[in-house]
């Protein structure tokens, strides 16, 4: 059966729906990027909260800017912005639930205007994003923002008409301010240390370079929480998609898949109010930095590590790594040996505890969570997930081979084949400058040292790391996957 407002009374019973009269409901966030994160994550939250009988006027708004983002609204739009959201795992705490806290969808390529009219709306009070890691324009070691990017070099040139994230929220903002319309709240639910001063770093960096009064302003009015995120999210598959309508019969254009895990912690800095999401779970403090450390760090991280190693020993699959032995052993030793040393303590949170249930959450059979999602952009990826373990480990004059596996493994990885000679799929938006500098040859450990995006310029400065990288790249090109973890495991104890 066809998922859409009007069927939604002749669902099956199992499938949680709206209890609430979507109609009542009015869109106060507005959310750039709507992949599968936020449609497993925030909108959930205000899921539970509309169904609970509040947040009425807390209903999202999703906006894509990108061309691909087409495919999505379109699915969405057949079915009156509903989905399925299929939680999977391997035991019994899952459920299907379909979801209507989208109410609306706008794409840039259809209208410049009326973006920047919606987002310019008093009625318009967060501005959400999920827009990657990479989406930030910011230079990972100085934390400056890329004001030479071409689109950001268009953007300033036509204000009217941007193309990025800043351009419209830059514009939007100029004329809420000229309005006399209050500011909104900038929410970055990306995985980024610090994600949401990088995301005022970013919107000031350009705001900058186009007005200085408005750069002020935004400055003085505009809050932008940190927020740590977490819930692990696939892409959903054909398999997903056939596995969900054989179940209920519903057939759904677009369902998201995740685990049953769930968690949010959020800074209570919101300029023009915000949602009562402490009533469903969220947990809201004042410093959160030390939850996005340990999450980022023990979980990103480790992501990081089981992906290239996995992929180079012909793995497809997250649980596959973690039946493997050895693969396992060496993430759990990266975790307990390389991240927790540097962890400040976490409040209310047992460490030991956490890491079981991540090696658990990374075994979920049920999702079938694509190491090519896992792996991807890692040029992005690496320097907020592991490269500020290794900062860390290298002041502490810590041991670095198992570290250096993690780079060397990434670098062996961009030739796109395994150690059973499949070849595979290598994604990242800067394939051709990582292809190059990756390819092996006699200055390859130079070449690839030498991509600043990636290890900025301390990081070189290191003789133990670039001792420790060197050793272990040439291990993976001679001895292969399994040797080098070996030896690794006996070298690092
Ligand atoms: P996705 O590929 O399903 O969606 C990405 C969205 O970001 C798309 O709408 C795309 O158009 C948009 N986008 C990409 N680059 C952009 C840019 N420069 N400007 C504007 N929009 C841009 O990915 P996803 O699974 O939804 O993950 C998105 C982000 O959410 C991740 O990069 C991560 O930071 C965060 N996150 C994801 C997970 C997960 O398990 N998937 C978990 C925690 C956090």
């Known amino acids: 059966m066809k998922l859409n407002n009007e069927n939604l009374e002749l669902l099956p019973q199992r499938l949680v729906k709206p209890s609430y009269d979507r109609r009542q409901v009015r869109q106060g966030i507005v959310h750039i990027g709507v992949g599968g994160f936020h449609r497993a994550h925030q909108a959930i939250y205000t899921e539970q909260l509309l169904n609970q009988g509040g947040a009425r006027e807390w209903g999202i708004c999703g906006v894509g800017l990108r061309a691909e983002d087409r495919a999505m609204r379109d699915a969405l739009a057949s079915q009156d912005y509903l989905y399925t959201l299929y939680e999977l795992g391997d035991g019994a705490d899952t459920q299907i639930q379909v979801v209507g806290s989208i109410g609306d969808f706008l794409l840039a390529e259809e209208g410049q205007e009326a973006l920047i009219a919606r987002l310019a709306d008093p009625a318009t009070r967060?501005?959400?994003?999920?827009?990657t890691e990479g989406g930030y324009c910011t230079d990972d070691s100085s934390g400056e923002f890329l004001s030479e990017l071409p689109e950001i070099r268009h953007d300033l040139e036509y204000p009217k008409k941007p193309t990025t994230v800043f351009g419209f929220l830059t514009e939007a903002l100029a004329r809420r301010r000229d309005a006399g319309v209050g500011p909104f709240t900038v929410m970055s639910c990306d995985n980024l240390p610090h994600n949401g001063r990088v995301a005022r770093n970013a919107l000031l960096g350009f705001a900058a370079l186009r007005d200085r009064a408005l750069h002020d302003w935004i400055a003085d009015h505009v809050s932008f929480p940190n927020s740590m995120v977490d819930r692990i999210t696939p892409m959903t598959s054909q398999t997903h998609r056939a596995q969900l309508q054989a179940e209920t019969g519903v057939e759904d254009a677009w369902p998201v898949v995740a685990e049953p895990f769930i968690q949010w912690v959020l800074e209570d800095k919101f300029c023009n109010g915000r949602p009562a999401w402490e009533e469903v779970g969220v947990q809201f403090t004042d410093d959160v930095s030390p939850y996005e450390e340990m999450k980022i760090g023990l979980l990103n991280g480790s992501h990081q590590a089981l992906a290239y190693l996995g992929a180079l020993l012909g793995h497809q699959y997250a649980h596959e790594t973690m039946q493997d032995t050895q693969l396992r052993e060496y993430v759990r030793a990266y975790m307990d040996r390389d991240v927790t040393p540097l962890l400040a303590a976490v409040p209310s949170i047992d460490l030991e505890q956490y890491k079981d249930t991540l090696i658990e959450r990374f075994s979920n059979t049920g999702i079938c969570d694509q190491i090519s999602r896992i792996g991807y952009d890692g040029s992005s990826r690496l320097p907020k997930f592991v490269i500020p373990t290794l900062l860390g480990?290298?002041?502490?004059?810590?041991?670095?081979?198992?570290?250096a596996l993690i780079f060397a493994a990434w670098c062996q990885y961009q030739?796109?084949?395994?150690?059973?000679g499949n070849a595979f799929q290598v994604g990242d938006p800067r394939v051709e400058?990582?292809?190059?500098?990756?390819?092996?040859?006699?200055?390859?450990?130079?070449?690839?040292?030498?991509?600043?995006?990636?290890?900025?310029?301390?990081?070189?400065?290191?003789?133990?790391?670039?001792?420790a990288f060197r050793l272990q790249l040439?291990?993976?090109?001679?001895?292969?996957?399994?040797?080098?973890?070996?030896l690794t495991m006996a070298d690092c104890v």
């Open 474 to 486: 040439e291990r993976l090109q001679t001895l292969g996957v399994r040797k080098t973890l070996e």
């Open 393 to 403: 480990q290298i002041e502490a004059g810590a041991p670095l081979q198992r570290i």
């Open 433 to 467: 400058l990582v292809r190059q500098a990756t390819r092996p040859g006699t200055d390859q450990v130079e070449r690839v040292l030498a991509l600043d995006l990636v290890f900025g310029r301390q990081i070189p400065a290191s003789q133990a790391f670039v001792d």
């Open 415 to 420: 030739q796109g084949v395994d150690e059973n």
């Open 126 to 131: 967060i501005v959400s994003l999920t827009i």
